[in-house]
């Protein structure tokens, strides 16, 4: 079943660590999709990809980073954690005329 | 700038009663438009797209409308249960296929 798959769900981790939030999709779309999502809050776009080696920052300011070398992989990495950036994170993919697909979400808790 | 504008923000119903739920945007040249429900702590589950040519979608008790030229959507939801109980998302793709989400109407459905 084609779907769209975030690790990890939840992650506690502190001050000044490095991390990568991975999201990986089957449905061969091209257009991939980062947003953040603090509790109660709208969803903010981050970060997008049209396709291998595109990547373009969001209407939200974010100091992650994205990488898309593989078509089905589009992975978030934080190079130096801070509790501000504790937040739900949403990975998502598209092709015109099929909608979004999202994945359940990575939970990211910096102390 | 598209604006996307959810009413209510806040709606609770007795299991059985029918509800409509609203979205407005401010720019009728959307592409489609997508409903989704969100539970908490969790990710975006599909519910309906409608695309720019459609006028309105079906799939079991749920039912989507779409009047580009009035800038409006409605989801309808018929015999509400109590596990329809979730924030459901309104949202619209700009030229380029970005969603535009709006604030969400949280929804509980009261056995």
């Known amino acids: 079943e084609a779907d769209i798959y975030q690790t990890p769900r939840y992650l506690v981790i502190g001050t000044g660590k490095k991390i990568t939030l991975e999201c990986s999709q089957t449905m061969g779309h091209d257009k991939m999709y980062w947003y953040q999502q603090d509790p109660g809050m709208e969803l903010h776009l981050i970060h997008y990809?049209?396709?291998?080696?595109?990547?373009e920052k969001g209407d939200l300011s974010s100091e992650s980073t994205v990488s898309r070398i593989r078509t089905e992989h589009f992975p978030l990495t934080l190079e130096s954690a801070r509790p501000s950036h504790t937040s739900q994170y949403l990975c998502?993919?598209?092709?015109?005329?099929?909608?979004?697909?999202f994945g359940s979400g990575t939970r990211l808790t910096v102390v | 700038k598209q604006e996307v504008t959810q009413i209510p923000a806040a709606l609770s119903v007795p299991e059985g009663e029918n509800l409509v739920l609203n979205c407005s945007f401010t720019d009728s040249a959307i592409y489609n438009l997508q409903w989704f429900r969100q539970d908490p702590g969790k990710g975006l589950t599909s519910l309906l797209l409608?695309?720019?040519?459609?006028r309105e979608q079906t799939s079991g008790r749920l039912n989507a409308s779409l009047d580009k030229s009035s800038g409006r959507s409605t989801l309808y939801i018929a015999a509400s249960q109590p596990g329809d109980s979730a924030t459901y998302l309104c949202?619209?793709?700009?030229?380029?296929?970005?969603?535009?989400f709006g604030q969400g109407t949280e929804l509980s459905v009261k056995p």
């Open positions: 990809s049209y396709g291998v080696n595109s990547t």
């Open positions: 409608i695309q720019s040519s459609q």
């Open positions: 998502a993919s598209s092709e015109y005329g099929d909608g979004y697909t």
């Open positions: 949202a619209v793709y700009n030229q380029g296929g970005k969603l535009i």
